[in-house]
């Protein structure tokens, strides 16, 4: 009964390594290759629960997904030699596995080549376009032909590159400088022009205001004067109408009325002759 | 699990990333195993149970097994099923139940929920308890514009999962790549509008724009992302020159008050001047309505009086020259002097000298 019992056991634990050595599981996210001796056997790409031959059969998981890949920020020389700051980003995947593990056999080694191979693709294609280039409509353009010409060497490690991508494309701090201090005078220019105008446009709005107000003013006056004229003329017509009647006795009555309006103040003294007309009575002469 | 040394990396384990929840760990079998055994031991003493004990054990030990199957799944989860790695089902909240480990296992992406990752700078505290000082990123939100000017842009990505199955098993950093994605994004979009244009008008395409891109990324990728929007946060001209840009605005400020203020004094002098154009011309139009009735009332005194005039004639002459006299001698000094007491001297008496001297006296 004990033996038995530890046979049983001995077998189970035996049983157990051998099934633990002969299935395995690939997920979602991973494919696999079977190695035996070093040579690859099996390629697997579905998921699940696999078979394989215990001990002489190793099993190499790679990860299916798109994979991350940094790529250090480099100063780049575009063909007007403008120099930039680029920061890149690759994505790619591995898309035969087993020439990926025959050629570079693991993702670190990968990473490595393929951060060099994207380096060397970067500087070549924007060393040869003008740095304008990589701001304007071409940037997509740029970052295709990037992907594309790593991806036709990256083939040869079974992996494709999904996308290249500029993250940042900067000029270098000295050239920030540069560009800081243009696009301050730029804007003290504006500013000074905007200033400029408004006080031209002040100056306008004034005179044309002065302007107006003079005339205004001096077709009222003109107005002014011809309706004086007009009431002149008309009443000088009015009292010649009248006055003419009888001139003799106009010019009798009208100095009768200027005697009264012109003469009788207070402080004036006149000196009368008792032989004037008005005294006549007084003097016992007469 | 021996294979999984090979894969090269040291935490690329597929589950490794991502901001999925791994769910309640099943219960590790050996220690099960273990303690049913002490417990069995316990319970018995020192092993001799017999066959029927095993068996109990055995039973009790499969029981907890299967029951670690269930699992729950939150509201805003989505469970994923897998079979030995391959994706089988996909389950909604609530209580659900899968083979045990390690047969079957679950992942739950929270799939309703919005995430947000920030460029440019960093906002403290978590999702619900944001604190206002953010910190500012330059390397980060410094970016050049199309007319080669510098712009400092922070924003913030707004995506929630769209497809759990691609957010797990497409992509090995969803978050980092939505991160890398909008910058690069963001960049090429301002990389092509000129600096006036995305500090004012052209905000909104901005953000239509580098969404659209991202977006558009994402998706070559096969990321299973859904990016709900990028809100622009700031938008300024670079902290070294913003004192020129603000000079701008109150250069444009000066200009509209220089101009207000001569409207105003347009406004204020012409309808003066046209006020005082109205008063001079209804004065001469007094004026005028003045002087003709003048005339006309004089006139016609004039005629009504020559009209009595003619029918006695020399009374009336005399009658009115006496009646002036009258009236204007009346206030008046009057001095009398005969014609022949100055005949042979000067005809002058310095009267208004001597009235003075006399009232100063």
Redesign the interface.
Known sequence: MKAGGIALIVILVAAGIVAFNTF???????Q?LVVQFGDVKTEVR????KVKIPFIQ???????????L?IPAEEVIASDQKRLVVDA?A?FKIIEPKLFYITVN???VARQRLRSLVNANLRQVLGNVQF?A????Q??LLMQRIRDAVNTEAQGFGINV??V???????PEEN?QA??QR??TE??Q??????A???E??????A???R???V??S???K??????G???A???K??A???G??AD??E??RS??A??KA?????????????S???RF?SPVN | MPWQNNNGGKDRSPWGQGPQNRGPQPPNIEDLFKKGQDRFRGTFGGGFGGKRGVSIVVAVIFALWLFSGFYRVDSDQQGVVLRFGEWTETTQPGLNYHLPYPIETVLKPRVTRINRVEVGFRSGGNDFTRTAAARDLPEESLMLTGDENIIDIDFTVFWEIKDAGMFLFNIQDPEGSVKAVAESAMREVIGKTPLETALTAGRNDVQQESRRLIQQVLDAYGAGIKVNEVNLQKVDPPHAVIDAFRDVQAARADEESAKNQAEAYANDIIPKARGDAARIVQEAQAYKAQVINDAEGQASRFTAVLKEYRTAKDVTRTRIYLETMEDVFQGMDKVIMDDNATSGVVPYMALPELKKQGGAK
């Open positions: 395995y599981t690939v997920s979602e996210a991973q696999a579905e998921p699940g629960l190793n099993v190499h998981v790679l990860d299916k997904r798109i994979l991350d940094d980003f994505r693991n993702e670190d304008s990589v701001l304007s409509e940037r997509a999904v996308d991508r500029i993250r940042r494309a900067d000029l920030s560009i800081f696009m301050e804007r003290k504006e500013a000074q022009q905007y200033r105008q408004g006080a446009e002040a100056q306008r709005i004034r044309n205001a002065e107006q107000r003079t205004l003013l077709e009222a006056r107005q002014a004067e011809i309706l004086r007009e009431g002149d008309q009443a000088t009015i009292y109408d009248a006055y009647l009888d006795f106009f009798f009555y009768m009325e005697y009264r003469l009788g103040k207070e402080d004036t003294t006149v000196i009368l002759s008792p032989k007309e008005f005294l007084l």
